[in-house]
């Protein structure tokens, strides 16, 4: 092993699929998919076979589903001003530990006069949903954004849950799935929101490319204009080798692998706690996704450790948003305790034993 990669919550390795297309078709797939010739016409009907495909995969007709850059762009489009004045928006009904790509347009709404109002959750991640039904009392016709998957702790949010205060209180929900979409097996009609954000490369496609699920495409309001791709829901010459890797990689998710994943990250957990008593896992108590682990090193400064284990080549995450030489603690585990600095790590990967086993051998000649 030259190098130990568990950080694939940030972005994944290509997927075997993808690795095969790059070293292939790739570099003759270069036409405009909207170009009349038969140069773009056959990437076109490729580019209608592979929104077929994802849209087996995630439970969706083809028509619901408009591709964009990422998710970054999926969720900055449902909560634009004119998609949220479309719907006769007023208020939007989210948490403290969503994604920076909804808190921060959130921090935007704000400022454009919206109100946003925040459900409390408690010390495992867990959102309090008495406290979502309440504030829905209060504020009818609302529009709730809400994390499927939280990406720095893996905890599961109980999206029927937060469907039906929906259908009740007559809003609309918008769920940032892009943690869940190869960790769960789920389907978007059955789930029955109104809105969803996917990115490819968080499981293996490239980067740059993402979805948005849209269940009414009629009350939408696009957030760009320009050429008529999407049917003018995203205009913009179509990212083809993007599409076909996200299709690709989608038909590379192998649900049978979660058991074994699952059985490696339970055993780095507990051994990972055994190495020194001040050590804990966050959140520990909440049903989380199979590939993620959110390890607390007893307050020790894990910007520092992050960089000695990378010494060692094994990559892991801060969770953090750092700022230069100022780390700043991650906004998730604020929410959830006192933090003091940056004092935990994410690890995320489908954990062979191999790997489970160099990490915690990286982790004990630390702290030896
Ligand atoms: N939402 C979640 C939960 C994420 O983990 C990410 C990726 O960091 C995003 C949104 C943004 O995705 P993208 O990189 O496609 O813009």
């Known amino acids: 092993m030259d190098h130990l990669y568990l950080d694939d919550n940030s972005t994944r390795k290509y997927s075997p699929r993808v690795v095969t297309y790059i070293q292939s078709d790739f570099v003759n797939d270069y036409a405009n998919a909207s170009s009349e010739h038969d140069a773009g016409f056959i990437l076109s009907g490729k580019i209608k076979e592979c929104r077929k495909i994802i849209g087996d995969r995630i439970g969706s007709s083809t028509k619901k589903i408009v591709f964009t850059s990422g998710a970054t762009e999926s969720i900055n489009t449902v909560l634009s001003v004119d998609n949220l ?5 007023k208020t939007i009904i989210s948490s403290r ?6 808190l921060h347009q959130l921090d935007y709404l704000v400022n454009k006069g919206f109100n946003v109002e925040f459900v409390r959750n408690d010390h495992e991640g867990r959102l309090d949903y008495d406290h979502l039904k309440e504030i829905s009392n209060h504020n009818p016709k609302a529009f709730l954004t809400f994390l499927y998957v939280n990406n720095e702790t893996g905890v599961i949010n109980d999206v029927k849950k937060i469907t039906d205060v929906a259908h009740e209180s007559e809003s609309f929900i918008h769920l940032d799935a892009v943690q869940a979409l190869g960790k769960l097996d789920f389907d978007l009609d059955d789930i029955d929101c109104d809105f969803a954000s996917f990115s490819g490369h968080k499981i293996g496609s ?6 948005l699920y849209v ?15 999407e049917k003018g829901y995203r205009p913009g010459t179509y990212n083809y080798p993007a599409i076909m890797s996200f299709s690709l990689a989608i038909q590379d998710i ?8 699952q059985v490696q990250r339970n055993r780095l957990e507990s051994e990972f706690k055994s190495i020194n008593s001040s050590f804990a896992v966050n959140c ?3 049903i989380r996704v199979a590939n993620t682990s959110n390890l607390y090193f007893g307050g020790k400064d894990c910007r520092e450790l992050m960089l000695k284990l990378s010494r060692k080549n094994i ?5 953090a948003a750092c700022n230069g030489s100022n780390p700043e603690p991650s906004h998730v585990l604020k929410s959830i305790r006192a933090v003091q600095g940056v004092d ?6 489908s954990f062979s034993a191999n790997e489970v086993n160099a990490f915690l051998d990286g982790v004990r000649d630390l702290f030896s």
Do not use: N
């Open 215 to 229: 269940k009414d495409i009629e009350k939408f309001e696009p957030l760009l204009h320009g050429g008529g791709q």
């Open 315 to 319: 990559f892991v995450s801060t969770g």
């Open 284 to 286: 520990e108590g909440a």
């Open 344 to 349: 935990s790590l994410r690890i995320s990967s």
């Open 85 to 89: 004045e479309k719907l006769k928006i």
């Open 206 to 211: 490239f980067k740059g490319i993402g979805l």
């Open 97 to 102: 530990m969503e994604h920076h790509a909804t």
């Open 254 to 261: 192998d649900f049978s692998l979660l058991t074994e994943t």
